[in-house]
């Protein structure tokens, strides 16, 4: 059974960074066609993709973040980690991991339950 | 980036009548290795999305047949045969052809 978890802080001042680690169960990152994406959702708000990491290092931005984000893997933990930097209250959000099969459907097939930032000083 | 264009936004269904949602995108979906990577989403409240149809048409693992994919290019759409009360939500479509990935703005299903 693949699941996601989320983790990190619920609260971050303006101008700090966040980090946001997933936790994988069930399949690991390292294996061929696995992708591990963030997405975001801002409170009664639609979707945002953020970016996303590939079983092979392969990591792909959302343009309109990449100069704030990196996305790395600690293949030793199965773990994916979201780094924002200058985090505004703008950012508030619900922070999703997902699942996607390079060679599957192309999509996420499995989500994290997310978790919620709250941007404020 | 590719714009994705969801109608109507909203979408009130007696229970057990269908209901359809349309995605429109800005460009076309086919990607160079011939598929259309165009996936639907199920949000319910309070919940993750859950996806339920990728590449156009196909259900994913554990979806009920009464929810359908169709479409090519640039204009898809997303029926449910007939609605139950665990249909609500909101529904995205969601292109992963080209990077960076695009959702649509979401259409909320709601019984009348």
């Known amino acids: 059974q693949i699941t996601l978890k989320e983790s990190g802080p619920t609260l971050v001042k303006p101008t700090q960074t966040l980090t946001l680690t997933c936790t994988l169960s069930?399949?690991?990152?390292?294996?061929?066609?696995?992708?591990v994406g963030w997405i975001r959702q801002p409170p009664r708000k639609a979707l945002e993709w953020l970016g996303i990491i590939y079983w092979d290092d392969d990591k792909r931005y959302n343009p309109s973040l990449k100069s704030r984000l990196t996305i790395t893997m600690d293949t030793s933990k199965n773990q994916v980690v979201l780094t924002m930097t200058n985090m505004d209250p703008v950012d508030t959000a619900t922070y999703f991991c997902?699942?996607?099969?390079?060679?599957?459907?192309?999509?996420?097939?499995?989500w994290g339950q997310g978790t919620q930032v709250t941007v404020s000083s | 980036d590719i714009v994705m264009t969801q109608t109507p936004l909203s979408s009130p269904v007696t229970l057990g009548q269908p209901a359809s949602i349309s995605c429109r995108s800005s460009q076309s979906l086919v990607h160079g290795d011939g598929n259309t990577y165009l996936s639907w989403l199920q949000q319910r409240p309070g919940q993750p999305p859950r996806l339920l149809i990728y590449?156009?048409?196909n259900r994913f693992s554990g979806v009920p047949d009464r929810f359908s994919g169709s479409g090519a290019g640039t204009d898809f759409t997303l029926k449910i045969s007939r609605v139950e009360a665990e249909d609500v939500g909101v529904y995205y479509c969601m292109q992963s052809t080209q990077f960076p990935q695009t959702f649509g703005q979401g259409t909320r299903v709601e019984i009348k």
């Open positions: 590449k156009i048409s």
């Open positions: 997902a699942h996607s099969a390079y060679y599957g459907s192309g999509s996420f097939e499995n």
């Open positions: 069930g399949f690991s990152v390292s294996r061929s066609g696995v992708g």
